[in-house]
């Protein structure tokens, strides 16, 4: 089976701008987090999607939207950048909700915002 | 507050040498304890998952414990090698509606011919 797929690996953008991240699961798998992580802060939780439906949310502002479609492909979307949002993103999928299931990652997407 | 802490948080030993690293734990309820590996630059892999009952689990050199009632893990690598080298995450899941997941601050390897 193909591994957590993300696009783009690499991304620029300056500050005000938004920005659109990808994420394609594992087939099968119906559970996609994603994550934030910084050398500060380490691994933040975000969001988990599964069926469609937000299960879960972290500590973010609402700046910090995602969804889910109908094939469990996943996109997060940050609006209206800041400097302090430069940062690897994470996405993990799982057969079931991430709670009880493995997490597979993918290789993640390096933001950068100047 | 529901919090997971990691010691060391660095580590360098000679390859060849065994280590153990340490995850304390203040969750609750508690419904599972994983560990994860991450190379630089890369995504953590899932190395154990291990629920209440459960005391030891391993994969390959790779040992993890769990005593729930001292809320304690450790990870124990046996004759580390160069590829051994990365940061090591303890992840606690949240056993109520919450769905939360914890993370530590994880435990930076670093393993020297």
């Known amino acids: 089976k193909a591994g957590v797929t993300q696009t783009p690996r690499y991304l620029i953008k300056t500050r005000g701008q938004q920005v659109t991240l990808s994420c394609s699961p594992i087939?099968?798998?119906?559970?996609v987090s994603w994550y934030q992580q910084t050398p500060g802060q380490g691994l933040q939780f975000l969001f988990e999607?599964?069926?469609?439906?937000?299960?879960n949310k972290g500590n973010f502002p609402g700046r910090f939207s995602g969804r889910q479609f109908s094939n469990s492909r996943s996109e997060m979307n940050v609006s209206t950048l800041e400097l302090g949002d430069s940062a690897l993103y994470l996405c993990a999928s799982s057969p079931g909700p991430q709670r009880a299931d493995t997490q597979y990652f993918g290789p993640g997407t390096r933001l950068t915002v100047l | 507050k529901n919090q997971v802490e990691q010691s060391p948080q660095s580590l360098i030993i000679l390859e060849g040498k065994n280590c153990t690293l340490q995850?304390?734990?203040?969750?609750?309820?508690?419904?599972?304890l994983r560990w994860y590996k991450q190379d630089t630059g890369r995504g953590p892999v899932s190395l154990t998952i291990m629920t209440f009952s459960e005391n030891t689990k391993s994969n390959g050199r790779y040992t993890a414990t769990l005593d729930a009632d001292t809320k304690q893990s450790s990870l124990h690598i046996t004759a580390s090698q160069l590829s051994d080298s990365a940061s090591y995450i303890c992840?606690?899941?949240?056993?109520?509606?919450?769905?939360?997941?914890?993370f530590g601050s994880g435990t930076r390897l670093l393993v020297r011919p």
């Open positions: 992840v606690v899941s949240v056993g109520d509606s919450s769905y939360k997941l914890i």
């Open positions: 087939s099968g798998h119906r559970s």
């Open positions: 999607y599964f069926s469609e439906t937000q299960r």
């Open positions: 995850c304390n734990y203040t969750v609750s309820p508690f419904s599972n």
